[in-house]
């Protein structure tokens, strides 16, 4: 079972309506949860982070947690043609050994139409 | 201009060759890490080094070496023994996280695109 698993899409919504990605992991005791977007050919870029369950927003980006389920969502709402990109969930275990060493799911290309 | 600079942009290797990617940061950052991509593909774990002169095995570190010689540089070798080289590497830095605390924000450089001749 990979780590940290994405639904590879891809994924296309027209433009204005909401964009959902989901990400799944396998470590129970993964403390820190990340979203990048990555543009072609661009290193990747964090636009979101999420420490707690429940929500967190942060203009048109939601991002949701659910330790028991270890389950964290993406949500982008009234999407834009510049969110076109794939987006990596990433997770921190939280061990000593590990700093800030994160494990990367092999990402959701989204691709909003005009 | 504060960063990270990650040289070539893009490599090419011969087959039985050595080669060596640079990543110099200058954000003063404890730690450094080495990833790669393959096309379509997420961010696997080469090497990570948390301070000067100390370094561990990420997830795929058979045939990359690495050194941490000076706080600024992290330089990947990519040995002949990498059979498969071809990949979009991306160099990252952070600030060293302490025990119990969260982890630092990563910092990507460029990139290296590195292909088989």
């Known amino acids: 079972q990979k780590e940290v698993e994405q639904n590879s899409g891809p994924l296309s919504v027209p433009e204005g309506a909401i964009a959902s990605l989901n990400c799944t992991y396998s470590?129970?005791?993964?403390?820190?949860f990340f979203w990048y977007r990555q543009y072609s050919g661009k290193s990747p870029e964090l636009i979101m982070s999420?420490?707690?369950?429940g929500d967190k927003e942060d203009g048109r980006f939601t991002a949701q947690l659910n330790k028991a389920s270890q389950y964290v969502s993406l949500l982008i709402r009234d999407s834009q043609p510049s969110d076109s990109a794939t987006y990596l969930c990433a997770v921190n275990e939280g061990r000593k050994t590990s700093g800030s060493r994160l494990t990367f799911g092999e990402g959701t290309q989204l691709t909003v139409n005009p | 201009d504060g960063g990270i600079t990650q040289s070539p942009k893009y490599l090419f290797r011969k087959e039985g060759q050595n080669v060596t990617l640079s990543c110099e940061q200058n954000?003063?950052?404890?730690?450094m890490y080495w990833y790669r991509q393959d096309p379509g593909q997420g961010l696997r774990l080469i090497y990570y080094?948390?301070?000067?002169?100390?370094?561990q095995k990420g997830d795929i570190a058979e045939g990359y070496s690495v050194s941490r010689e000076k706080k600024e540089s992290f330089p990947l070798t990519v040995t002949s023994a990498q059979k498969n080289p071809t990949a979009f590497y991306l160099c990252?830095?952070?600030?060293?996280?302490?025990?119990?605390?969260?982890?630092?924000?990563?910092?990507f450089g460029s990139g290296t695109q590195l292909s088989v001749l």
């Open positions: 999420i420490y707690s369950n």
């Open positions: 954000l003063n950052h404890d730690a």
């Open positions: 990252a830095t952070s600030d060293r996280a302490e025990v119990s605390s969260r982890p630092k924000k990563l910092f």
């Open positions: 470590d129970r005791v993964s403390q820190s």
């Open positions: 080094s948390q301070i000067v002169n100390d370094f």
